[in-house]
Nanobody, 123 residues
Framework: QVQLVESGGGLVQAGGSLRLSCAAS????????MGWYRQGPGKQRELVAA???????NYADSVKGRFTISRDNAKNTVSLQMNSLKPEDTAVYYC?????????????????WGQGTQVTVSS
């Protein structure tokens, strides 16, 4: 009922920048938190950054000062500006959103994921 589509991944050299974007669509009434997670090779998925509808942000210690999360509540989009990228940032990045929707006959809660976008940082 809710679809999340990511874009913006790719290959970049260490020290470079990338910007990820994610758009949520469907029968959405309200999105509470939106966030970015990543899963590196052989690692568990981890939180990178999250932002509430009020703009409060939370970052993993490893990306503080380098990554910036932002969202457009009117467009149901979230972005992640990644600067000073390091090889250890290499991972598949996933967009996540949770909130409430309405199908036309009932209300529902959602907590959905995008399909993931690969970010590769070469040394």
């Amino acid at each position: 009922q809710v679809q999340l589509v990511e874009s913006g991944g790719g290959l970049v050299q260490a020290g470079g920048s990338l910007r990820l974007s994610c758009a949520a669509s469907g029968s959405i009434l309200r999105i509470n938190a939106m966030g970015w997670y990543r899963q590196g090779p052989g690692k568990q998925r981890e939180l990178v950054a999250a932002i509430t509808s009020g703009g409060r942000t939370n970052y993993a210690d490893s990306v503080k000062g380098r990554f910036t999360i932002s969202r457009d509540n009117a467009k149901n989009t979230v972005s992640l500006q990644m600067n000073s990228l390091k090889p250890e940032d290499t991972a598949v990045y996933y967009c996540n959103a949770d909130g409430q929707g309405y199908s036309g006959s009932y209300y529902y809660n959602f907590d959905d994921w995008g399909q993931g976008t690969q970010v590769t940082v070469s040394s």
